[in-house]
């Protein structure tokens, strides 16, 4: 049975700092392209960062680019996303989502499983 489930979400002040985790199960991961997105209230879901299977390219949304770090345990199967410098525009339910093979189709949103999302807030 496959699962992704996602962790680390939370409540922080602008300015912090949080490391959402994915942990992955069921499923061969390094054969698969893994990605994280977001979706705000009344917004529709956006790629925020994706790393393709063998480890490259990494892709970010240009609003996150340079304060978020996507990276991943190839053993644990685990993906990680680093998140510094938070805005209040960052709050968000965060998902990952994980893709059979080098599919570029990820960044769009096409991926064969889904987590459950961890909600992140960011206040002032």
Known sequence: QVQLVESGGGSVQAG???RLS????G?????YS??????APGKKREAVAVIYSGGSPTVYA??????????QDNVANILYLQ?????????????CAAKEGR????????ANYWGQ????????
Do not use: H, P
């Open 27 to 31: 499923y061969r991961y390094s054969s």
């Open 117 to 124: 999302g961890t909600q992140v807030t960011v206040s002032s």
């Open 22 to 25: 994915c942990a992955a199960s």
């Open 83 to 95: 998140m510094n410098s938070l805005k209040l525009e960052d709050t968000a339910m965060y998902y």
């Open 103 to 110: 599919d570029f189709r990820l960044w769009s949103g096409y």
């Open 16 to 18: 912090g700092s949080l």
């Open 34 to 39: 893994m990605g994280w997105f977001r979706q």
């Open 62 to 71: 240009a609003s996150v680019k340079g304060r978020f770090t996507i990276s």
